[in-house]
């Protein structure tokens, strides 16, 4: 049998035309460096001349030499080179080595990449939304931890699952799924445009990236960081992607993962890179580029787990997928089709990744899904007021239970997010801890829990928006709630300012009041290299004339049968002061705003519906107008 060839680097130095230095330094400082072959980075199939067995027990270099790249091999070699470092190879590498013409290199690059993909470990996983993907061995590694495993524990959706049965998915299949979208569209960019440079190494970064991006999620998703935190630690804005960050540096420190990722070719920078596309830029100076895991050059690859440029991301293709897969709502966007077109080009001194002019329909689809989504199931009347009653109950147990972190030293769950080594014990079965607990401290947040168990929840009284060309924020909500206080005090009711909850519910398209597809360039087929910008009204008249709006939900925490009618009765006289839309239909949720009958008839795109009267809804098209028209309401 022969003997396997020690990985070790000798002191053997490639000599570049800008520098002399180590070879393995340069590798590890040329993956800024184009990578000129297109292949994606995948391992072999299994029928392949080059099996596993083979390179188990046979060098690299021996394979290269029997695929007729004998030059390569020898090349290499004298350069140092070991398998180690193989997929770092660049073209203008080789080119430098002597090695010609293009195309041999090209196809040694290929063969090279081949070669070191076997070499890995892939994990295959069955998955319901993208079939079988393949997992690279490091993100196996990040993987098999106990602060990712904790994942499998944290709903998707939070307190949506007690209203949609379906919705049982959790964070961890989400993270793996937008680890795989992260690579294909890696992949894709690198197929697709072999000159942008992205190496196998930026590939790997944005996978693991994707992987950790919800790390930092606390118990029901973005009900810890959206409702309780900011009651329990109103002195700090915390968010998950900050938490996220943290947890990852846990993750690698508290598993000795540092030599895990050297192994595989993830230096320090890299992990800078991968905790940038969580999070955002680590440290930010006005005109200068805020970003330091990759260069500006570069800059396109934090578009691909989070993109703040518009939004379009393979985080949203991955939850928008599996959850209108889980929930049971129709999914519109197709995102393999949008990854087909997908382009990376300079706008404006910048490289971003844009996409076919005649995707433009399809990426307002996926907007159209994400709206669809927060109506129908994330802002859910009922979920929503579920999540609001976990939430009293765990601030309400916040000063007696604790978690033990580093050192022993033991946490409130709200100061748990201080102390990685107690947020990591932190998840959803904190509701059964509580549920069941014998600590007489703990009674009133049993009792709350014990109502979510038997449906006996705050009851939604009204929905309705707010007053015509009002934009309300938290005082304004603040003088709403006094408002209906009053209302129901002139009406002799025994309803007190702490019996009602309002909420303000935002809908957009994940900018505002913006459309993020203004914020999306485009390319033709004439001239794919030049960007282009589309239009709304380019693309259809049927498109929503507003791309934000907002919703005051009032619940009573009263359920008896004389407080629910006073507290109905308090929203609708408030709502008729105001001139909002109250009825029948005012606990379901709007559709999408569209143009009335005179702005179709004149032509005018900068008017909005009227809202004066309560039997027209203002998000109601004219023909339903003059249905509901024939409609009365107390």
Not at 402 to 427: C, F, H, T
Not at 534 to 541: A, I, Q
Request: glycine share 6%; aromatic share 8%.
């Amino acid at each position: 049998m022969p003997k396997k060839r020690k990985t070790d680097i000798n002191s053997a130095t490639l000599k570049s035309e800008e520098s002399n230095v180590p070879f393995k330094k340069y590798m590890n400082e040329s993956r800024e460096i184009s990578e000129l072959s297109g292949e994606d980075d995948l391992p072999l199939s299994q029928d392949s001349v080059l099996s596993v067995d083979d390179l188990d027990y046979r060098n690299c270099f021996d394979v290269l030499t029997l695929e007729g790249f004998n030059d390569v091999a020898e090349a290499l070699q004298g350069e140092g080179v070991t398998s180690e470092v193989l997929d770092m190879v660049t073209e203008e590498q080789l080119e430098r080595l002597g090695i010609s013409p293009l195309g041999r290199r090209l196809e040694a690059l290929k063969l090279l990449r081949e070669i070191t993909g076997r070499l890995y470990t892939y994990k295959i996983v069955n998955d319901p939304i993208h079939g079988h993907i393949e997992i690279h061995p490091l993100c196996v590694k990040i993987i098999d931890t106990p602060q990712f495993q904790r994942l499998r524990f944290l709903r998707q959706l939070g307190g949506s699952y007690f209203v949609y049965p379906g919705a049982s998915h959790n964070r961890f299949e989400h993270s793996l799924g937008v680890c795989y979208l992260a690579g294909e569209l890696g992949s894709t960019l690198r197929k697709r445009q072999p000159e942008l440079g992205i190496s196998n190494n930026d590939i790997l970064c944005v996978q693991i990236a994707g992987l950790c991006h919800d790390l930092g999620h606390g118990p029901f998703s973005h009900m810890f960081d959206g409702k309780f935190l900011p009651v329990a630690r109103p002195d700090k804005k915390i968010k998950h992607e900050a938490l996220s960050v943290k947890m990852f540096d846990h993750l690698v420190e508290s598993n000795d993962l540092y030599s895990v990722f050297e192994k595989y070719g993830v230096t320090e920078q890299d992990r800078t890179f991968i905790k940038e596309q969580i999070a955002g830029p680590l440290k930010h100076k006005s005109k200068e580029w805020p970003y330091h895991g990759r260069s500006k050059e570069k800059g396109f690859l934090y578009e691909i787990v989070a993109n703040k440029r518009n939004g379009i991301d393979v985080d949203k293709w991955d939850y928008f997928a599996r959850d209108c897969h889980m929930l049971g709502i129709r999914n519109n966007f197709d995102h393999t089709r949008c990854m087909k077109y997908a382009r990376v080009l300079s706008v404006d001194g910048e490289l971003q990744i844009c996409s076919r002019d005649k995707e433009v329909g399809n990426l307002y689809d996926m907007f159209h899904t994400r709206n669809t989504l927060h109506r129908r199931a994330y802002q859910h009347s009922v979920g929503n007021i579920i999540e609001t009653m976990i939430t009293e109950a765990m601030l309400k147990a916040d000063e007696i239970i604790k978690i033990p972190g580093k050192n022993g030293e033991l946490r409130k769950m709200s100061e748990s997010v201080d102390d990685m080594e107690a947020y990591q014990k932190l998840a959803d079965d904190i509701f059964q801890k509580i549920l069941w607990s014998t600590d007489p401290g703990l009674e009133e947040a049993r009792k709350i829990l014990m109502n979510v168990q038997k449906r006996e929840l705050y009851k939604c009284v009204g929905q309705t928006r707010p007053p015509q060309g009002e934009t309300l924020d938290q005082t304004g909500l603040d003088q709403i709630k006094d408002e209906l206080v009053g209302i129901l005090n002139s009406m002799d009711s025994h309803l007190q300012k702490e019996d009602i909850i309002i909420h303000l519910v935002y809908l957009d398209y994940g900018m505002k009041d913006k459309n993020p597809i203004d914020h999306v360039r485009f390319y033709n087929k004439k001239d794919p290299t030049e960007p282009i910008q589309v239009r709304k009204n380019e693309v259809s008249d049927l498109l929503p004339e507003r791309f934000a709006e907002q919703l005051i939900r009032f619940y009573s925490k009263k359920r008896d049968e004389e407080s629910i009618d006073q507290a109905t009765q308090a929203f609708r006289v408030w709502s008729k002061q105001h001139h909002c839309s109250v009825g029948a239909d005012s606990l379901y949720p709007y559709m999408t705003p569209v143009k009335s009958d005179s702005m179709a008839q004149d032509g005018t795109n900068d008017r909005t519906p009227s809202s004066t009267g309560i039997t027209t809804n203002q998000n109601t098209p004219g023909s339903a107008s003059k249905f509901k028209s024939r409609l009365s309401f107390n």
